[in-house]
């Protein structure tokens, strides 16, 4: 167990629609990050947060947002859902905000119908 | 930019025998290092890091990795391969170049062990 957990496990949804992935850090880690794990594309850095703050932004989609809160879990909102979003989605922690390595989460198993 | 190419998709060895998990990378800077391990339907486990110093560096379940500057490699390498180690197995580097915690992935490697 990494301790950076994410809900739900699996998701389901229809083209259109909107969902929100949530993810609580390891314990005293500050920085937050979002992968997606694709068979096509492989794992790709979507988007960093440090301390509630964004840090760095990778190829993340428009229809795509996240934020961390003030407690610092985090949310990766992504709408108007195509069949290719479906994926599976890791957060992963760390203490530091840069030249460390990433506790990750299990991961939410996204599918776009 | 930096950059990590995995050579070699899938990798199949029997039990007991040498695994070696091939890793190349590209960078401008003095890279970090590091090889994670995915068994099915979980997340990704960090197997062992190189940051700085001592260029051969031990992970958990007896795997291990050299830094080899001259050859821009960070091979993985287990003497003995055990049928609990099939997995997926991914090698990256942290991205020094902009200040952040970004990791970049090689594509992976599917480790498969027969009895």
């Known amino acids: 167990d990494s301790g950076v957990t994410q809900t739900p496990k699996h998701l389901i949804t229809a083209t259109g629609q909107r969902v929100t992935l949530r993810c609580s850090p390891r314990s005293g880690d500050l920085s937050v990050y979002w992968y997606q794990q694709s068979l096509d594309q492989g794992l790709q850095f979507l988007i960093q947060?440090?301390?509630?703050?964004?840090?760095a932004k990778g190829n993340i989609l428009e229809r795509f947002s996240a934020q961390q809160f003030p407690d610092l879990h985090s949310e990766l909102n992504l709408s108007s859902l195509e069949l290719g979003d479906s994926a599976l989605y890791f957060c992963?922690?760390?203490?530091?905000?840069?030249?460390?390595?990433?506790?990750f989460g299990q991961g939410t198993r996204l599918t776009v119908v | 930019a930096q950059s990590v190419t995995q050579l070699g998709s899938h990798v199949s060895v029997s039990e007991g025998a040498l695994v070696l998990l091939r890793c190349n990378y590209s960078s401008s800077v003095p890279p970090y290092l590091f090889w994670y391990v995915q068994y099915p339907n979980q997340g990704l486990q960090l197997l062992l890091k190189y940051t700085t110093g001592a260029t051969l560096v031990k992970g958990i379940n007896g795997f291990e990795a050299e830094f080899k500057k001259s050859e821009t490699s960070f091979h993985l390498t287990k003497p003995s391969a055990h049928m609990s180690d099939a997995a997926e197995y991914f090698c990256?580097?942290?991205?020094?170049?902009?200040?952040?915690?970004?990791?970049?992935f090689g594509q992976g490697t599917t480790l498969q062990v027969k009895p």
């Open positions: 990256a580097v942290s991205d020094r170049t902009g200040n952040t915690g970004k990791l970049i």
């Open positions: 947060y440090y301390n509630g703050e964004e840090r």
């Open positions: 992963a922690s760390s203490v530091e905000q840069w030249n460390t390595e990433a506790f």
